[in-house]
Antibody
């Protein structure tokens, strides 16, 4: 069974940092791209970042470019999202979502349950 | 980027009724690379339809997708109690991938 489990969310002050993790199981991790998608209160889903199966290709939404960094460790079947210079508008549930292929360019075929990030002083 | 506009914002229906949800793109979606997702609060979203009309694994046949170019539709032929949720369309014909704002299907 495909599983994606997010962790690392919490309460952080504006300007602060957090690192989210997405631990995968139930599939061959190193042949699939992985993404982060967020859901802010009262808003729709927003794709945040994606990383290819090898880690060589990374994409970011304009809203987080220069502040967030995606990475992966294929030996640990885990993807990370480093969140720096946090803003109130980054408050959201962050989901980890899998692409059906090696590049982060398609739809999302499996999702995790999400981890809540709250940015507030 | 491609902007997706979903309508209506909220659809109030009863179990057994038919639901028709619309998703309109600001420009043509390449290869009809359009997906639909169901999302219930507190749960993981799940893909229902990809490439406009292909049903994802395990999705009941009461869910169907249609459309091409800029206009796409998700139809739920007979609503079951578990179908009341928020539905999002998403395009992946062009980067960045974008979502619509969602349609809430409520009782």
């Amino acid at each position: 069974e495909v599983q994606l489990v997010e962790s690392g969310g919490g309460l952080e002050q504006p300007g602060g940092s957090l690192r989210l993790s997405c631990a995968a199981s139930g599939f061959t991790f190193n042949i699939y791209a992985i993404n982060w998608v967020r859901h802010a209160p009262g808003r729709g889903l927003e794709w945040v970042s994606g990383i290819s199966s090898s880690g060589a290709t990374k994409y970011y939404a304009d809203s987080v470019k220069g502040r967030f960094t995606i990475s992966r460790d294929n030996s640990r079947d885990t993807v990370y999202l480093q969140l720096n210079s946090l803003r109130a508008e980054d408050t959201a549930v962050y989901f980890c979502a899998r692409d059906p292929g090696a590049l982060p360019v398609a739809h999302f075929d499996y999702w995790g349950q999400g981890t809540l990030v709250t940015v507030s002083s | 980027e491609i902007v997706l506009t979903q309508s209506p914002g909220t659809l109030s229906l009863s179990p057994g009724e038919r639901a028709t949800l619309s998703c309109r793109a600001s420009q043509s979606v390449s290869y009809n690379y359009l997906a639909w997702y169901q999302h219930k609060l507190g749960q993981a979203p799940r893909v229902l339809i990809y490439r406009a009309s292909d049903r994802a694994t395990g999705i009941p046949d009461r869910f169907s997708g249609s459309g091409s170019g800029t206009d796409f539709t998700l139809t739920i032929s007979r609503l079951e109690p578990e179908d009341f949720a928020v539905y999002y369309c998403q395009q992946y014909g062009e980067l960045p991938r974008t979502f619509g704002q969602g349609t809430k299907v409520e009782i």
